[in-house]
Every structure is written in structure tokens, then in C-alpha cells.
């Protein structure tokens, strides 16, 4: 299974729900396929799953999907336990699990191309609905159709080492451009003026 197959499955589902990405691979190819407003494109390994758990409490009655990868679901495993206790029903989370850390040019092994497995350490913090998908027609199938369900899912999503990444145009707006582009599109949709602290 390829990543981007999977992301453009995605993209074409994407209306006005709330899209969260980690700094890996998929945070280049998915600002590539979608220019939605309402992507928060994060820039730091590890802080994905726990931005989109905030955006989903804060806001219950909106959808919000996090692009996660293998490498930087390890590197902040408590956000497991957090989901296991708090089970936001408007987060649905898809983990790009290739197995290595892509996002370097070294491509150097994650925990998961050994005995790691990340669909039981979600099940065992207490995430029921936690499934590994193996090919694109599964993910088509069980992984879009968690858009239109009630309930918290997570997706461990196995895909080949792909370097797309590394070929694609970057975004020509930096990621503080994209954070106040996103904080706008909140206000306007939600009707709601978010407060910033700092000059203005």
C-alpha cells in the first residue's frame, strides 16, 4: 500500500472537517493534495495526535483527522493513554506506519519494523476501535467509512517506504502562515474570535 493512494482517497472525502499532520512525510504530499483551509500542518514529531485530541474536545460537534506516522507516534506514546481515557468520538487517526524514519536521508529502522506493534499498544491504553490496514481497498472501505461514524478510530496504516516526499514542491507559505490561515478559518466557521497574546 502506498501513502499518497491513501491520501488521495482522503482528500476527495475532505469538506469541512479539521485535518491535523505530524513533521513527516505525509504533512508534504498531504499539503500537496489538499489546500483546505482547515489543515494544520504541524511542523514537530510527536504533536499531532495530541493537537487533534484538543481540537476534537474543543470541539465535539466538528470531525477531526490526524496524519500521523509510525516514528512519531514512538516518540509520544503517552498521547495513547490520553485517547484511551478521554475517547473524543469526532477523531478519527490514521498512523502511515512504513516502518523507518522517512523523513531523514538515512531512512534509519523504527520500532515497528521489528516486534513493535502500534494497533496493540492502542488497545491495550484502552483504544477499542484500533485496527491495522494492509491494503488500499481496506483502507478505501473501513478507513474512509470511520469519516461517517460517531466514534473514536484509530488506523494503524502499513505502507511502503515511499520517497514521493522528497520529490514534491514544498508549500510556497511557511507553517506560521498555515497555524494563522487555520486560527482564521476556525474563527470564521465557528463564529467564535480566537485571542491571541502577543503584539497586534
Not at 67 to 80: A, E, P, R
Not at 170 to 175: A, G, K, V
Request: hydrophobic share 40%.
Amino acid at each position: 500500500m502506498i501513502r499518497h493512494e491513501c491520501l488521495e482517497l482522503l482528500a476527495k472525502r475532505v469538506s469541512d472537517q479539521l485535518i491535523v499532520t505530524s513533521q513527516s512525510g505525509q504533512r508534504i504530499e498531504w499539503s500537496h493534495l489538499s489546500k483546505h483551509e482547515g489543515n494544520l500542518l504541524v511542523g514537530m514529531m510527536g504533536c499531532a495526535i495530541g493537537a487533534a485530541t484538543g481540537l476534537a474536545l474543543a470541539l465535539p460537534h466538528r470531525k477531526v483527522i490526524a496524519l500521523d506516522s509510525d516514528g512519531s507516534v514512538l516518540l509520544s506514546l503517552f498521547n495513547l493513554a490520553t485517547l484511551g481515557s478521554l475517547q473524543p468520538k469526532n477523531l478519527v487517526i490514521y498512523i502511515f506506519d512504513n516502518g523507518v524514519y522517512s523523513g531523514s536521508r538515512i531512512s534509519y529502522p523504527t520500532a515497528t519494523s521489528g516486534n513493535a506493534d502500534l494497533e496493540a499498544m492502542a488497545r491495550g491504553a484502552g483504544i477499542k476501535n484500533a485496527h491495522t490496514i494492509r491494503d488500499i481497498e481496506e483502507f478505501n472501505k473501513q478507513g474512509i467509512e470511520a469519516l461517517t461514524r460517531n466514534e473514536l478510530a484509530f488506523f494503524v496504516c502499513k505502507v511502503e517506504e515511499s520517497l514521493l516526499h522528497r520529490e514534491i514542491r514544498r508549500p510556497n507559505t511557511d507553517l506560521a502562515e498555515n497555524k494563522y490561515t487555520f486560527v482564521r478559518y476556525l474563527e470564521r466557521t465557528e463564529e467564535k474570535t480566537i485571542p491571541f497574546v502577543g503584539r497586534g
